[in-house]
């Protein structure tokens, strides 16, 4: 049985590619100003934020359609004040638009702005260096518009899907193929003309009373 381990870091990442990690107990204070978690450069905008152990696997995804996975070991803790380090090499126009902690026995949910999707099982991401360019995790075309972004999800989980005119629509993760990296995926939501997907979330359902 492997052993329980407890979050001690904040794994950051940002649109321009830069991945941080910090120690929480360094963020341990009642300071009703907030404190400094990372420096960031002009238009650069912190994207997600991740509670890790040190020894999780990190997976980062681009709007061109890209994703990388690494160990988080290949970063090292740094303070609040730091910058941090690349994650991902960027192409021309491309930025990053998701990072996720690596559950092995998850699948990768991604999503594009014209509401295509697809899964696709965690173990076609092979672990690489950090700092690279990266794989294919969903091929993008005109018809599928470029990446909103991606969750790791499990089997009987739902999901929601948000577009820029405030529509919402709600379904099953196992109502979605499993797909290749180099696929497109299958039509999730049909929008109306001009219209477009501008975020996914999961849906946290109510604990049994049982």
């Known amino acids: 049985v492997k052993e329980f381990q407890a979050d001690k870091y904040l794994f950051m990442a940002t649109n321009q590619g830069t991945v941080k990690k910090t120690e929480l107990l360094d963020f341990d204070t009642a300071r009703k100003t907030g404190l400094i978690?990372?420096?960031?450069e002009e238009k650069e905008q912190l994207i997600a934020v991740?509670?890790?152990t040190g020894e999780a696997e990190i997976l980062l995804g681009t709007?061109?359609?890209l994703a990388i996975r690494f160990a988080e070991t290949d970063?090292?803790?740094?303070g609040r004040t730091a910058r941090g380090v690349r994650g991902i090499a960027l192409g021309k126009d491309d930025e990053v638009v998701a990072m996720e902690v690596v559950v092995a026995d998850g699948d990768v949910l991604t999503v594009s702005e014209d509401g295509l999707g697809k899964r696709t099982m965690v173990s076609e991401y092979r672990?690489?260096?950090?700092g690279g360019k990266g794989i294919i995790n969903l091929k993008v075309t005109e018809k599928t518009g470029p990446v909103?972004?991606?969750?790791i999800v499990r089997p009987e989980q739902e999901m929601m899907l948000i577009t820029v005119d405030g529509i919402i629509i709600r379904f099953e993760v196992d109502e979605?193929?499993?797909?290749g990296r180099n696929s497109q995926g299958v039509k999730l939501m049909r929008l109306d003309e001009g219209d477009k997907v501008v975020?996914?979330?999961a849906v946290q359902r109510k604990m049994s009373d049982d």
């Open 148 to 151: 909103v972004g991606f969750r």
């Open 127 to 130: 672990i690489q260096t950090r």
């Open 63 to 65: 709007r061109n359609g």
């Open 50 to 52: 991740r509670m890790t």
């Open 37 to 40: 978690a990372i420096n960031l």
């Open 199 to 201: 975020a996914l979330a």
């Open 176 to 179: 979605v193929s499993v797909f």
């Open 75 to 78: 970063v090292r803790s740094m």
